[in-house]
């Protein structure tokens, strides 16, 4: 009895492992996209269609949340016509363009409908679901050898940049002034 399941678990481990990779690169484009937004709805327009969007019913709220994913399919078919025809390189460009381009508008209006959109008894379930069994397949994903060698090398990495510090007059310094030049001007906008 305890045989077959076993084999079951192993034959599927990667598939979860693949998953939870997969849903951390959704998180990664999520955070960055949720940026980019935040920084464009300060555009006047913009700041007062996402006023309007904060006032929608539930039921509006969750057709302009599912709106993106449903305008970017046919781009998504066009792209994998484009690979089919010889042009895979184009279509690979339109797919990551478009996935980065419907997870910053996801996670904007997914900010800014979560309230009323969690009114809705059967999306509050699914999404307290979804996020449990996300939770479990990325501490799954954490749990590896292989996770935990790479997360070492990147606290290590991390522990380098902080502590090897550039010599005052080197090329690097200088490259690095100008960074945190030009983030302050971009900040101040």
């Known amino acids: 009895m305890r045989r077959p399941y076993r084999f079951h678990r192993w034959l599927l481990a990667p598939l979860v492992y693949l998953a939870a990779l997969l849903l951390l690169l959704e998180d990664w484009l999520w955070n960055i996209g949720a940026r980019v937004m935040h920084r464009l709805a300060q555009w006047p327009p913009l700041h007062r269609l996402e006023a309007w969007i904060c006032r929608l019913g539930p039921t509006a709220a969750l057709v302009l949340f599912v709106l993106p994913a449903t305008l970017l399919f046919p781009v998504k078919l066009l792209a994998l016509w484009a690979m089919a025809h010889g042009h895979p390189l184009l279509g690979l460009g339109v797919i990551v363009l478009a996935k980065l381009g419907g997870a910053a508008a996801v996670a904007r209006l997914y900010l800014l409908t979560r309230p009323v959109l969690l009114t ?70």
């Open 120 to 189: 809705i008894v059967w999306f509050a379930a699914l999404l307290a679901w979804f996020l449990a069994l996300k939770a479990r397949w990325i501490a799954r994903l954490r749990a590896t050898r292989a996770w935990r060698r790479a997360d070492a090398l990147r606290q290590a990495w991390r522990h380098w940049r902080q502590h090897a510090a550039p010599r005052p007059g080197s090329w690097l310094a200088r490259f690095r002034r100008l960074l945190k030049r030009f983030r302050r001007r971009w900040d101040t906008r």
